[in-house]
């Protein structure tokens, strides 16, 4: 009796500690992966009423219930659902992805830049240099590039979380050199992801020479590339190769939220 006890709390035991898990194998062009769908990692951050992360001398965004011929769209002042009006910016506030269309006079959407949302990606920290008052993400930055790599997932240092409730106005936060995006541009990368709020130069009388190299503005333009800005990858996230999700809101617009979901490779 006391031996089918031992045996029993044994069995109870393992099941209260067992994992599930989610593996699949992702064929791409030149390899195989393996990767756990049930180990996402989101690095996105998301929109909030009144808070968050913000840029570009806007203000914060406003998510407000409804009121309309004596509706009123909130539960607790009596309405019968909660119904909010949300009023924001996608370059401003949270993490967004932005398209081609952005610089562009005709009209090009992120919600058709995107044919597949799997890529190999390779994370990387980098510490900016000084450059005059400017602090600069050069070529040297990324000698490690691994190949097969299609999105570059990039964590500028220091790495504190007050970069999830910054805002960035008039603070000249770093930027990527012009000869860094030809590099990725050459090196066959379409997607840039980022946890600053632009990718150039807050203060370039419109240049957008970042923008511009990487997509190839005046050369063969390349409609399916994206960049993503403001995402935030905790410092437990080691960097190395993953596998990314972008999965972007569909939404008609050069920019549009978006939540990217890394997976580590197996």
């Not at 996105?44 to 929109?47: G, I, K, P």
């Given at each position: 009796m006391r031996y089918q006890l031992i045996l029993f709390?044994?069995?109870?035991?393992?099941?209260?500690?067992?994992?599930?898990?989610?593996?699949?194998?992702i064929q791409l062009k030149h390899e195989k992966v393996t990767i756990d769908l049930s180990q996402p990692i989101d690095i996105?951050?998301?929109?909030q009423d009144n808070a968050g992360v913000g840029a570009w001398y806007i203000d914060q965004p406003q998510?407000?219930?409804?009121?309309?011929?004596g509706y009123v769209g909130n539960v607790k002042l009596g309405g019968s659902t909660n119904f909010n009006n949300v009023h924001f910016n996608p370059h401003s506030h949270g993490t967004h992805t932005e398209c081609i269309g952005h610089?562009?006079?005709?009209?090009?959407?992120?919600?058709?830049?995107?044919?597949?949302?799997?890529?190999k990606a390779q994370i990387f920290s980098v510490e900016p240099d000084?450059?005059?008052?400017?602090?600069?993400?050069?070529?040297q930055h990324f000698q490690d590039l691994k190949s097969g790599v299609e999105a570059i997932i990039i964590r500028t240092l220091p790495n504190g979380?007050?970069?999830n409730s910054k805002n960035y106005s008039n603070t000249n936060p770093p930027y990527i050199l012009e000869e860094t995006m030809i590099r990725f541009r050459e090196s066959g990368i379409k997607h840039i992801l980022i946890d600053l709020p632009s990718v150039d130069k807050e203060k370039d009388n419109g240049?957008?020479?970042?923008?511009?190299?990487?997509?190839d503005f005046n050369g063969d333009q390349r409609?399916?590339?994206?960049?993503?800005?403001?995402?935030?990858?905790?410092?437990?996230?080691?960097?190395?190769?993953?596998m990314i999700d972008l999965q972007v809101a569909p939404l008609e617009n050069d920019a549009a939220p978006s939540r990217p979901i890394l997976y580590k490779i197996l």
């Open positions: 709390l044994f069995l109870l035991n393992s099941c209260h500690t067992q994992t599930t898990t989610m593996q699949t194998t996105s951050l998301a929109v998510i407000k219930h409804v009121e309309v011929d610089i562009t006079e005709q009209f090009y959407s992120v919600n058709k830049a995107l044919d597949k949302t799997f890529f000084k450059q005059g008052e400017d602090q600069v993400i050069t070529p979380e007050q970069k240049a957008l020479l970042a923008h511009k190299a990487f997509w409609l399916d590339a994206t960049i993503t800005e403001f995402i935030y990858v905790p410092d437990t996230v080691g960097d190395g190769l993953y």
